[in-house]
């Protein structure tokens, strides 16, 4: 798997190298690998609500605030693992040199890959909470 993401890192620095310069490949490589998998978080964090929805339990009431503070550090304890997996991740890439050859052929593969990854994770964000929502019947804990 690290070898996937690694291509795709190369992919995300020569794309952005391409499109905007040097400088702005090193400042934005990293976040457009985590927008490539964000989507797969998202459907994670879906099923679980749709578990929690189904099974009668309610979410903390931190979840409700209206206060603009509360609701930044609610949507950050919500994406604090995805980040911090991230930061291990690009922690274990870092031994491993970006490729800033990477042939056309190679180039446009990683292309057509990173765009059907894409389409992919649009898809399940959409079918994992519908087919959960119909298969899961309503459980009563309390």
Do not use: C, D, H
């Given at each position: 798997m690290?070898?996937?993401?690694?291509d795709y890192r190369d992919f995300c620095y020569v794309r952005l190298t391409k499109q905007e310069?040097?400088?702005?490949?090193?400042?934005?490589?990293?976040?457009?690998?985590?927008?490539?998998?964000?989507?797969?978080y998202i459907v994670f964090m879906m099923l679980v609500a749709v578990i929690?929805?189904?099974?009668?339990?309610p979410l903390p009431a931190i979840y409700f605030s209206q206060n603009i503070f509360m609701v930044l550090f609610t949507s950050l304890?919500?994406?604090?693992?995805?980040?911090l997996l991230f930061l291990y991740?690009?922690?274990?890439?870092a031994a491993y040199p970006i490729n800033m050859q990477i042939p056309e052929q190679k180039y446009r593969s990683l292309s057509k890959k990173l765009y059907l990854h894409l389409l992919i994770g649009t898809a399940l964000c959409f079918l994992v909470p519908w087919g959960t929502n119909i298969l899961i019947p309503p459980i009563q804990i309390f």
């Open positions: 690290l070898k996937y993401l690694i310069g040097e400088q702005s490949a090193k400042g934005w490589y990293k976040i457009q690998l985590m927008g490539f998998f964000v989507l797969y929690l929805n189904r099974t009668a339990t304890l919500t994406f604090a693992p995805y980040i991740l690009f922690r274990r890439m």
